[in-house]
């Protein structure tokens, strides 16, 4: 039985909670029935010892017995490899889940990260700097909405493709931004409906609930 621990902070703000990339690989675990623990890493004193397993202090990290992987991509690709639930067994399938887990990450998420991180700041959107984050997310919600709307996973059953793809749209999807994007939005309600999601999501609000009490 594999020895899987997950590791996230032991607190954030209020502002991130739901939306913290250990539950990526929280709702893989789920997805895959995998028995696994949940380890916390200092927020605000970032030392050594946490360096060492994610070199730029961010969260999250599995540990796999006496392997220690950092990056939402390469530990979903390792849970993936745990069971046949998340990863195509079939030599197709299975390339076809990993070109989408590369393409949730290089293509979509370089594309909707700094449109959500001015959303969330509240840029102004008048100037030629949003319009230029702007227009280059629409661009790539143009080639991915075909897709979708031609499909109901990214590659044949639900992958660990989808909890990336669906999980970097979510944030988008949180401003509003798949209002021209039918196929998009209606892709994320079907992966955030499943119950591993919901599992999920509610673990990691309660982590960091309780973190609240334990710092009051």
């Known amino acids: 039985m594999a020895d ?21 690989v929280r709702w893989a675990l789920e997805e895959a029935a995998l028995p696994y623990r949940v ?14 397993h994610q070199p730029f202090g961010q969260v999250p990290w599995l540990t796999d017995g006496d392997l220690s992987i950092f990056e939402t ?10 069971s046949a639930k998340l990863m195509p067994t079939d030599p197709r399938g299975r390339t076809e889940a990993t070109e989408w887990v590369f393409a949730a990450l290089n293509s979509v998420e370089m594309a909707s990260l700094p449109w959500g991180m001015s959303k969330f700041m509240g840029h102004p959107t008048d100037t030629a700097a949003w319009k230029f984050v702007d227009d280059f997310l629409k661009l ?10 031609g499909r109901e996973w990214l590659a ?15 944030v988008v999807d949180g401003f509003d ?13 079907r992966a955030t409906a ?17 973190a609240d009490k334990a710092r009051s």
């Open 39 to 52: 380890a916390s890493a200092p927020f605000d004193d970032r030392g050594a010892a946490h360096f060492a």
């Open 140 to 149: 790539r919600l143009k080639h991915l909405e075909p897709v979708l709307a």
């Open 4 to 24: 899987l621990t997950l590791t996230t902070f032991n607190w954030v703000p209020e502002a991130p909670r739901g939306f913290v990339r250990d539950l990526r």
């Open 73 to 82: 991509g390469a530990i979903l690709l390792h849970v993936g490899g745990l």
């Open 156 to 170: 044949g059953s639900f992958s660990v493709a989808d909890i990336l793809m669906s999980d970097v749209l979510r």
């Open 194 to 210: 499943r119950p591993t999601f919901a599992k999920a999501h509610a673990d990691q609000m309660a982590h960091f609930a309780a």
């Open 177 to 189: 931004g798949l209002a021209d994007s039918p196929a998009c939005r209606a892709y994320v309600a």
